[in-house]
Protein backbone atom coordinates (compact mmCIF):
# COMPACT_ATOMS: atom_id res chain seq x y z
CA UNK A 1 0.00 0.00 0.00
CA UNK A 2 1.85 3.27 -1.30
CA UNK A 3 1.90 6.55 1.16
CA UNK A 4 -1.34 8.24 -1.33
CA UNK A 5 -2.79 5.66 -0.37
CA UNK A 6 -2.05 5.54 3.24
CA UNK A 7 -2.88 9.00 3.26
CA UNK A 8 -6.41 8.92 1.74
CA UNK A 9 -7.33 6.07 3.98
CA UNK A 10 -8.54 7.17 7.66
CA UNK A 11 -9.81 4.38 8.93
CA UNK A 12 -8.13 1.04 10.28
CA UNK A 13 -10.81 -1.21 9.24
CA UNK A 14 -10.68 0.29 5.82
CA UNK A 15 -7.23 -0.39 5.65
CA UNK A 16 -6.96 -3.54 6.83
CA UNK A 17 -9.79 -5.10 4.20
CA UNK A 18 -7.63 -2.92 1.41
CA UNK A 19 -4.70 -4.94 2.10
CA UNK A 20 -6.38 -8.08 2.54
CA UNK A 21 -7.86 -7.84 -0.73
CA UNK A 22 -4.79 -6.96 -2.31
CA UNK A 23 -3.55 -9.90 -1.14
CA UNK A 24 -5.79 -13.08 -1.97
CA UNK A 25 -7.93 -10.40 -5.11
CA UNK A 26 -7.27 -10.37 -8.41
CA UNK A 27 -7.27 -5.98 -8.74
CA UNK A 28 -8.78 -5.75 -11.75
CA UNK A 29 -10.24 -2.18 -12.98
CA UNK A 30 -9.60 -0.81 -9.57
CA UNK A 31 -7.46 1.92 -9.01
CA UNK A 32 -7.16 1.59 -5.35
CA UNK A 33 -4.80 4.80 -5.35
CA UNK A 34 -7.22 7.02 -6.41
CA UNK A 35 -10.66 6.14 -4.78
CA UNK A 36 -9.82 3.47 -1.92
CA UNK A 37 -13.48 3.32 -0.76
CA UNK A 38 -14.38 0.50 1.16
CA UNK A 39 -18.25 0.08 1.57
CA UNK A 40 -19.99 -1.03 4.35
CA UNK A 41 -24.05 0.36 3.85
CA UNK A 42 -26.04 2.60 1.72
CA UNK A 43 -29.07 4.18 1.63
CA UNK A 44 -30.84 6.45 -1.29
CA UNK A 45 -28.02 8.58 -2.43
CA UNK A 46 -25.62 8.29 0.46
CA UNK A 47 -23.07 5.25 1.46
CA UNK A 48 -21.48 4.24 4.64
CA UNK A 49 -17.50 2.89 5.06
CA UNK A 50 -16.48 0.29 7.32
CA UNK A 51 -14.80 3.27 9.83
CA UNK A 52 -18.28 4.95 9.45
CA UNK A 53 -17.27 7.84 7.29
CA UNK A 54 -20.79 9.11 5.44
CA UNK A 55 -20.15 9.66 1.65
CA UNK A 56 -22.70 11.47 -1.44
CA UNK A 57 -22.56 8.54 -3.96
CA UNK A 58 -22.78 10.55 -7.19
CA UNK A 59 -21.29 7.34 -9.27
CA UNK A 60 -24.29 5.61 -8.40
CA UNK A 61 -22.54 1.95 -8.34
CA UNK A 62 -21.41 2.69 -12.05
CA UNK A 63 -24.96 3.77 -13.01
CA UNK A 64 -26.39 0.98 -11.62
CA UNK A 65 -28.35 1.64 -8.78
CA UNK A 66 -30.46 4.15 -10.15
CA UNK A 67 -33.16 4.27 -7.65
CA UNK A 68 -30.60 4.84 -4.96
CA UNK A 69 -28.94 2.33 -2.42
CA UNK A 70 -30.99 0.13 -0.17
CA UNK A 71 -34.50 1.57 -1.97
CA UNK A 72 -36.93 -0.21 0.63
CA UNK A 73 -39.32 -1.66 -2.71
CA UNK A 74 -36.36 -3.19 -3.98
CA UNK A 75 -35.57 -4.64 -0.94
CA UNK A 76 -39.67 -5.79 -0.65
CA UNK A 77 -39.63 -7.82 -3.97
CA UNK A 78 -36.03 -9.26 -3.25
CA UNK A 79 -37.38 -10.56 0.16
CA UNK A 80 -40.44 -11.03 -1.26
CA UNK A 81 -39.30 -13.35 -4.19
CA UNK A 82 -36.73 -14.98 -2.07
CA UNK A 83 -39.36 -16.74 0.02
CA UNK A 84 -40.99 -18.32 -3.11
CA UNK A 85 -38.42 -18.89 -5.55
CA UNK A 86 -34.65 -18.18 -6.00
CA UNK A 87 -33.99 -19.87 -9.33
CA UNK A 88 -35.66 -21.65 -12.08
CA UNK A 89 -34.07 -21.46 -15.71
CA UNK A 90 -36.15 -19.51 -18.19
CA UNK A 91 -34.14 -20.98 -21.00
CA UNK A 92 -35.94 -24.16 -20.44
CA UNK A 93 -39.24 -23.81 -18.42
CA UNK A 94 -41.18 -20.57 -17.78
CA UNK A 95 -42.39 -18.03 -15.21
CA UNK A 96 -44.56 -15.31 -14.98
CA UNK A 97 -42.16 -13.04 -14.17
CA UNK A 98 -40.33 -13.45 -17.36
CA UNK A 99 -43.45 -13.13 -19.23
CA UNK A 100 -44.19 -9.75 -17.15
CA UNK A 101 -40.82 -8.47 -17.32
CA UNK A 102 -40.32 -9.25 -21.06
CA UNK A 103 -43.67 -7.80 -22.01
CA UNK A 104 -42.75 -4.04 -20.25
CA UNK A 105 -39.85 -4.05 -21.91
CA UNK A 106 -40.87 -4.61 -25.12
CA UNK A 107 -43.45 -2.63 -24.55
CA UNK A 108 -41.20 0.29 -23.49
CA UNK A 109 -38.82 0.48 -26.98
CA UNK A 110 -39.57 3.83 -29.29
CA UNK A 111 -40.90 2.84 -32.61
CA UNK A 112 -43.71 0.48 -32.16
CA UNK A 113 -44.15 -2.83 -33.40
CA UNK A 114 -43.91 -6.46 -31.82
CA UNK A 115 -40.16 -6.43 -29.94
CA UNK A 116 -38.73 -9.79 -28.54
CA UNK A 117 -36.44 -10.11 -25.25
CA UNK A 118 -33.68 -12.36 -24.53
CA UNK A 119 -32.02 -12.18 -20.52
CA UNK A 120 -28.60 -12.27 -20.33
CA UNK A 121 -26.50 -11.88 -16.82
CA UNK A 122 -24.80 -8.43 -17.83
CA UNK A 123 -24.46 -5.57 -20.22
CA UNK A 124 -21.08 -7.34 -21.59
CA UNK A 125 -23.07 -10.40 -22.44
CA UNK A 126 -26.04 -8.67 -23.75
CA UNK A 127 -23.70 -7.69 -26.79
CA UNK A 128 -22.40 -10.90 -27.04
CA UNK A 129 -25.93 -11.90 -28.05
CA UNK A 130 -26.54 -9.17 -29.91
CA UNK A 131 -23.57 -9.90 -32.16
CA UNK A 132 -24.43 -13.48 -32.31
CA UNK A 133 -28.33 -11.83 -33.07
CA UNK A 134 -26.61 -9.83 -36.47
CA UNK A 135 -24.72 -12.64 -37.98
CA UNK A 136 -27.31 -15.23 -37.51
CA UNK A 137 -30.00 -13.09 -38.76
CA UNK A 138 -28.67 -11.55 -41.69
CA UNK A 139 -25.71 -14.64 -42.51
CA UNK A 140 -22.87 -11.83 -42.96
CA UNK A 141 -19.29 -11.22 -40.98
CA UNK A 142 -18.31 -7.49 -40.31
CA UNK A 143 -19.70 -5.71 -37.86
CA UNK A 144 -18.57 -1.60 -37.71
CA UNK A 145 -18.42 -0.34 -34.55
CA UNK A 146 -16.87 3.50 -33.32
CA UNK A 147 -13.68 4.52 -31.47
CA UNK A 148 -14.27 5.45 -28.11
CA UNK A 149 -17.03 3.40 -27.75
CA UNK A 150 -17.40 0.50 -24.88
CA UNK A 151 -19.17 -2.29 -25.37
CA UNK A 152 -17.74 -4.84 -22.67
CA UNK A 153 -14.52 -6.75 -21.45
CA UNK A 154 -15.83 -10.42 -23.03
CA UNK A 155 -13.77 -11.48 -26.03
CA UNK A 156 -16.93 -10.40 -28.49
CA UNK A 157 -17.95 -7.29 -26.78
CA UNK A 158 -14.01 -6.51 -26.49
CA UNK A 159 -13.80 -6.44 -30.00
CA UNK A 160 -16.08 -3.91 -30.75
CA UNK A 161 -14.74 -1.83 -27.87
CA UNK A 162 -12.17 0.77 -28.43
CA UNK A 163 -12.33 3.04 -25.44
CA UNK A 164 -9.11 2.41 -24.14
CA UNK A 165 -5.70 0.41 -25.33
CA UNK A 166 -5.40 -1.05 -21.74
CA UNK A 167 -8.31 -2.32 -22.54
CA UNK A 168 -7.14 -4.68 -25.54
CA UNK A 169 -3.46 -5.32 -23.90
CA UNK A 170 -2.56 -9.16 -24.27
CA UNK A 171 -6.43 -10.51 -25.60
CA UNK A 172 -5.23 -10.46 -29.44
CA UNK A 173 -6.51 -12.09 -31.68
CA UNK A 174 -10.13 -10.84 -30.53
CA UNK A 175 -13.22 -11.31 -32.86
CA UNK A 176 -12.21 -10.41 -36.63
CA UNK A 177 -14.54 -8.46 -38.67
CA UNK A 178 -14.79 -5.62 -36.47
CA UNK A 179 -14.60 -2.35 -38.19
CA UNK A 180 -14.31 0.45 -35.67
CA UNK A 181 -15.28 4.42 -37.44
CA UNK A 182 -14.56 7.89 -35.89
CA UNK A 183 -17.26 9.08 -33.50
CA UNK A 184 -18.26 12.63 -33.90
CA UNK A 185 -16.97 14.35 -30.67
CA UNK A 186 -17.56 17.62 -30.76
CA UNK A 187 -15.12 18.54 -28.59
CA UNK A 188 -12.36 16.98 -29.65
CA UNK A 189 -12.12 14.86 -33.02
CA UNK A 190 -9.94 13.66 -35.54
CA UNK A 191 -10.81 16.67 -38.48
CA UNK A 192 -10.39 19.48 -35.75
CA UNK A 193 -13.99 20.72 -35.98
CA UNK A 194 -15.77 22.44 -33.01
CA UNK A 195 -18.93 20.53 -33.34
CA UNK A 196 -20.44 22.78 -31.44
CA UNK A 197 -19.72 25.50 -33.95
CA UNK A 198 -20.57 23.55 -36.61
CA UNK A 199 -22.68 20.33 -35.98
CA UNK A 200 -23.53 20.07 -39.72
CA UNK A 201 -19.82 20.23 -40.68
CA UNK A 202 -18.69 17.46 -38.32
CA UNK A 203 -21.72 14.91 -38.62
CA UNK A 204 -20.80 15.64 -42.43
CA UNK A 205 -17.25 14.11 -42.26
CA UNK A 206 -18.05 11.49 -40.20
CA UNK A 207 -20.52 9.97 -42.64
CA UNK A 208 -18.05 10.62 -45.38
CA UNK A 209 -15.57 8.61 -43.34
CA UNK A 210 -17.90 5.23 -43.00
CA UNK A 211 -19.18 5.88 -46.83
CA UNK A 212 -15.76 7.14 -48.67
CA UNK A 213 -13.31 5.56 -46.62
CA UNK A 214 -14.69 1.91 -45.06
CA UNK A 215 -17.52 0.98 -47.51
CA UNK A 216 -14.39 1.67 -50.15
CA UNK A 217 -11.98 -0.76 -48.28
CA UNK A 218 -14.86 -3.08 -47.29
CA UNK A 219 -18.23 -4.30 -48.77
CA UNK A 220 -20.98 -2.56 -47.09
CA UNK A 221 -23.10 -5.40 -48.06
CA UNK A 222 -21.36 -7.85 -46.19
CA UNK A 223 -22.01 -6.08 -42.77
CA UNK A 224 -24.11 -7.63 -40.13
CA UNK A 225 -24.42 -4.69 -38.15
CA UNK A 226 -23.46 -1.85 -36.58
CA UNK A 227 -23.00 -1.15 -32.64
CA UNK A 228 -23.78 2.39 -31.37
CA UNK A 229 -23.94 4.19 -28.28
CA UNK A 230 -26.21 6.63 -27.68
CA UNK A 231 -23.78 8.69 -25.77
CA UNK A 232 -20.43 7.20 -25.28
CA UNK A 233 -19.94 5.88 -21.74
CA UNK A 234 -16.45 4.88 -20.47
CA UNK A 235 -15.28 6.86 -23.69
CA UNK A 236 -16.01 9.92 -21.88
CA UNK A 237 -20.04 10.66 -21.85
CA UNK A 238 -19.33 12.08 -25.30
CA UNK A 239 -22.84 13.63 -26.77
CA UNK A 240 -22.42 13.30 -30.27
CA UNK A 241 -24.66 15.79 -32.73
CA UNK A 242 -28.41 15.29 -33.02
CA UNK A 243 -28.46 14.70 -36.46
CA UNK A 244 -25.56 12.28 -36.48
CA UNK A 245 -28.17 8.99 -35.93
CA UNK A 246 -30.38 10.11 -38.34
CA UNK A 247 -27.56 10.18 -41.27
CA UNK A 248 -26.28 7.12 -39.62
CA UNK A 249 -29.90 5.11 -39.35
CA UNK A 250 -30.31 6.16 -43.44
CA UNK A 251 -27.11 4.41 -44.27
CA UNK A 252 -27.64 1.38 -42.27
CA UNK A 253 -30.77 0.95 -44.01
CA UNK A 254 -29.28 1.40 -47.84
CA UNK A 255 -27.13 -1.53 -47.05
CA UNK A 256 -29.50 -3.64 -44.84
CA UNK A 257 -27.37 -3.16 -41.83
CA UNK A 258 -28.59 -3.84 -38.37
CA UNK A 259 -28.84 -1.38 -36.01
CA UNK A 260 -27.49 -2.70 -32.11
CA UNK A 261 -27.92 0.47 -29.46
CA UNK A 262 -26.19 -0.60 -26.85
CA UNK A 263 -28.27 1.61 -23.90
CA UNK A 264 -25.94 -0.56 -21.37
CA UNK A 265 -25.04 2.45 -19.13
CA UNK A 266 -27.26 4.91 -20.93
CA UNK A 267 -30.80 3.30 -20.52
CA UNK A 268 -33.26 3.05 -17.78
CA UNK A 269 -34.27 6.53 -17.47
CA UNK A 270 -30.89 7.79 -17.23
CA UNK A 271 -31.14 10.97 -19.73
CA UNK A 272 -34.88 11.82 -18.57
CA UNK A 273 -36.07 9.40 -21.50
CA UNK A 274 -36.70 5.85 -20.52
CA UNK A 275 -33.94 4.98 -23.49
CA UNK A 276 -30.70 7.58 -24.58
CA UNK A 277 -32.00 6.82 -28.47
CA UNK A 278 -35.26 8.61 -27.93
CA UNK A 279 -33.21 12.18 -27.36
CA UNK A 280 -32.10 11.45 -31.29
CA UNK A 281 -36.01 10.67 -32.74
CA UNK A 282 -34.69 7.19 -34.06
CA UNK A 283 -35.74 3.77 -33.75
CA UNK A 284 -32.77 0.75 -33.88
CA UNK A 285 -33.40 -2.76 -34.20
CA UNK A 286 -31.88 -3.91 -31.16
CA UNK A 287 -31.45 -2.14 -27.73
CA UNK A 288 -28.84 -4.12 -25.23
CA UNK A 289 -29.49 -2.75 -21.59
CA UNK A 290 -28.13 -4.31 -18.16
CA UNK A 291 -27.09 -1.68 -15.07
CA UNK A 292 -29.93 0.00 -13.66
CA UNK A 293 -32.58 -2.70 -14.66
CA UNK A 294 -32.26 -4.52 -11.36
CA UNK A 295 -30.65 -1.37 -9.65
CA UNK A 296 -28.01 -3.44 -8.33
CA UNK A 297 -28.92 -6.99 -8.91
CA UNK A 298 -26.93 -8.80 -12.02
CA UNK A 299 -29.22 -8.89 -15.16
CA UNK A 300 -29.28 -7.39 -18.19
CA UNK A 301 -30.98 -8.49 -21.85
CA UNK A 302 -31.24 -7.68 -25.52
CA UNK A 303 -34.50 -6.89 -26.33
CA UNK A 304 -35.01 -7.10 -30.68
CA UNK A 305 -37.42 -6.68 -33.62
CA UNK A 306 -39.65 -9.69 -33.85
CA UNK A 307 -38.93 -9.90 -37.54
CA UNK A 308 -35.53 -11.37 -36.81
CA UNK A 309 -34.07 -13.63 -34.37
CA UNK A 310 -31.93 -16.53 -33.42
CA UNK A 311 -33.79 -19.27 -36.10
CA UNK A 312 -33.22 -22.93 -34.04
CA UNK A 313 -33.73 -24.15 -30.50
CA UNK A 314 -30.65 -24.00 -29.04
CA UNK A 315 -28.47 -21.72 -30.55
CA UNK A 316 -28.58 -20.00 -27.49
CA UNK A 317 -29.11 -20.28 -23.86
CA UNK A 318 -28.11 -19.29 -20.17
CA UNK A 319 -28.61 -20.63 -17.50
CA UNK A 320 -29.10 -17.55 -15.36
CA UNK A 321 -30.24 -15.16 -17.79
CA UNK A 322 -33.33 -13.67 -16.06
CA UNK A 323 -32.79 -15.07 -12.47
CA UNK A 324 -35.79 -14.43 -10.55
CA UNK A 325 -34.78 -12.32 -7.85
CA UNK A 326 -33.37 -9.88 -10.34
CA UNK A 327 -36.28 -10.19 -12.66
CA UNK A 328 -38.32 -9.11 -9.48
CA UNK A 329 -36.05 -6.14 -8.47
CA UNK A 330 -36.45 -5.43 -12.77
CA UNK A 331 -40.46 -5.11 -12.33
CA UNK A 332 -39.58 -2.55 -9.59
CA UNK A 333 -37.47 -0.30 -11.60
CA UNK A 334 -39.91 -0.87 -14.61
CA UNK A 335 -42.43 0.57 -12.75
CA UNK A 336 -40.85 3.21 -10.70
CA UNK A 337 -38.79 4.35 -13.75
CA UNK A 338 -41.12 6.24 -15.55
CA UNK A 339 -42.33 8.45 -12.57
CA UNK A 340 -39.10 9.70 -11.96
CA UNK A 341 -38.37 11.06 -16.21
CA UNK A 342 -39.11 14.41 -14.91
CA UNK A 343 -37.27 14.74 -11.89
CA UNK A 344 -34.39 13.45 -14.53
CA UNK A 345 -35.04 16.22 -16.58
CA UNK A 346 -35.54 18.97 -14.23
CA UNK A 347 -32.41 17.81 -11.74
CA UNK A 348 -30.65 17.18 -14.88
CA UNK A 349 -30.68 20.65 -16.36
CA UNK A 350 -29.92 22.35 -12.93
CA UNK A 351 -26.76 20.20 -12.65
CA UNK A 352 -26.28 20.77 -16.15
CA UNK A 353 -25.87 24.73 -15.31
CA UNK A 354 -24.38 23.92 -12.36
CA UNK A 355 -21.51 22.41 -13.97
CA UNK A 356 -21.68 25.21 -17.25
CA UNK A 357 -20.59 27.92 -14.14
CA UNK A 358 -17.99 25.76 -12.61
CA UNK A 359 -16.39 25.77 -16.77
CA UNK A 360 -16.65 29.79 -16.99
CA UNK A 361 -14.77 29.88 -13.61
CA UNK A 362 -11.78 26.59 -14.20
CA UNK A 363 -10.14 27.13 -16.95
CA UNK A 364 -8.95 22.93 -16.25
CA UNK A 365 -12.57 22.52 -17.27
CA UNK A 366 -12.50 22.24 -20.87
CA UNK A 367 -15.77 20.78 -21.73
CA UNK A 368 -18.96 19.82 -19.86
CA UNK A 369 -21.55 18.08 -21.17
CA UNK A 370 -24.29 15.64 -20.97
CA UNK A 371 -28.15 14.86 -21.35
CA UNK A 372 -30.40 14.24 -17.90
CA UNK A 373 -28.42 13.04 -15.16
CA UNK A 374 -25.35 11.44 -17.48
CA UNK A 375 -23.44 14.49 -16.84
CA UNK A 376 -19.32 14.94 -17.18
CA UNK A 377 -16.71 17.83 -17.16
CA UNK A 378 -13.75 17.06 -18.65
CA UNK A 379 -10.25 18.00 -17.41
CA UNK A 380 -7.61 19.67 -19.85
CA UNK A 381 -3.82 21.33 -18.96
CA UNK A 382 -4.62 25.39 -18.90
CA UNK A 383 -3.38 27.07 -21.49
CA UNK A 384 -2.63 24.22 -23.89
CA UNK A 385 -6.12 23.74 -25.19
CA UNK A 386 -7.70 20.89 -25.38
CA UNK A 387 -5.05 18.66 -24.19
CA UNK A 388 -6.02 16.01 -21.63
CA UNK A 389 -4.94 15.84 -18.42
CA UNK A 390 -5.97 12.53 -16.48
CA UNK A 391 -3.59 13.39 -13.57
CA UNK A 392 -5.18 16.28 -12.90
CA UNK A 393 -8.40 14.96 -13.45
CA UNK A 394 -7.40 11.59 -10.68
CA UNK A 395 -6.08 14.55 -7.87
CA UNK A 396 -9.85 15.92 -8.33
CA UNK A 397 -11.48 13.17 -7.71
CA UNK A 398 -9.07 12.37 -4.67
CA UNK A 399 -9.90 15.81 -3.47
CA UNK A 400 -13.60 14.97 -3.89
CA UNK A 401 -13.45 11.67 -2.18
CA UNK A 402 -11.28 13.34 1.03
CA UNK A 403 -14.03 15.52 0.93
CA UNK A 404 -16.95 12.95 1.21
CA UNK A 405 -18.06 12.97 -2.51
CA UNK A 406 -18.02 10.05 -4.57
CA UNK A 407 -17.35 10.66 -8.66
CA UNK A 408 -15.46 8.19 -11.14
CA UNK A 409 -13.23 8.61 -14.11
CA UNK A 410 -14.17 8.08 -17.82
CA UNK A 411 -12.67 9.09 -21.20
CA UNK A 412 -8.57 9.52 -20.93
CA UNK A 413 -9.49 12.36 -18.51
CA UNK A 414 -13.22 13.42 -18.20
CA UNK A 415 -15.21 13.00 -14.49
CA UNK A 416 -19.05 11.51 -15.27
CA UNK A 417 -21.56 12.40 -13.02
CA UNK A 418 -24.43 9.96 -12.60
CA UNK A 419 -26.31 10.24 -9.06
CA UNK A 420 -29.60 8.06 -8.79
CA UNK A 421 -32.39 9.01 -11.13
CA UNK A 422 -34.76 10.04 -7.43
CA UNK A 423 -31.77 12.42 -6.09
CA UNK A 424 -32.87 16.17 -5.17
CA UNK A 425 -31.91 19.54 -5.96
CA UNK A 426 -30.18 20.42 -2.97
CA UNK A 427 -28.15 17.13 -3.20
CA UNK A 428 -27.08 18.23 -6.40
CA UNK A 429 -26.10 21.46 -5.15
CA UNK A 430 -24.00 19.91 -2.17
CA UNK A 431 -22.26 17.94 -4.06
CA UNK A 432 -21.28 20.74 -6.73
CA UNK A 433 -20.08 23.27 -3.95
CA UNK A 434 -17.86 20.15 -2.76
CA UNK A 435 -16.64 19.49 -6.25
CA UNK A 436 -15.71 23.03 -6.35
CA UNK A 437 -13.99 23.07 -3.32
CA UNK A 438 -11.59 19.96 -4.99
CA UNK A 439 -10.99 22.35 -8.01
CA UNK A 440 -9.84 25.33 -6.19
CA UNK A 441 -7.66 23.39 -4.50
CA UNK A 442 -6.29 21.37 -7.58
CA UNK A 443 -6.12 24.55 -9.27
CA UNK A 444 -4.34 26.86 -6.44
Keep these: MNNNLVNLVEGEKSREIIR ?14 VLPMVADRGEGVYVWDVDGKKYIDFSSGFAVVSLGHSNPK ?9 RKLVHFPLADFYHELGASVAEKLSKSCPGGGNKKVVFTNSGAEANEVAIKLARSSTKRGRILAFYGGFHGRTMGSLSLTASKSVQQLGFFPTMPGVIHAPFPNPFRNVWNIDGYEDPEELINRAISFIEDVIFKAYPPEEFAAVFIEPIQGEGGYVVPPRGFFHELFKIARKYGILIMDDEVQMGIGRTGK ?4 ENYSVYPDSIQ ?13 VIHRGDFGFVTLGQHSSTFGGNLIALSVAEVVLEETPKLLPNVERVGMHLGRRLSELMEEFEIIGDSRGIGLARAIEIVKPGKGKTPD ?3 RDELLRECFKRGLLLIGCGESSVRIIPPLNVEI ?7 DILMEALNTVTE
Excluded: C, Y
Design 289 to 301: FGKAIANGIPLGG
Design 74 to 82: VIEAIEKQA
Design 20 to 33: RSREFMDILTQDVD
Design 274 to 277: MWAI
Design 426 to 432: ATVDRAV
Design 390 to 392: PKK
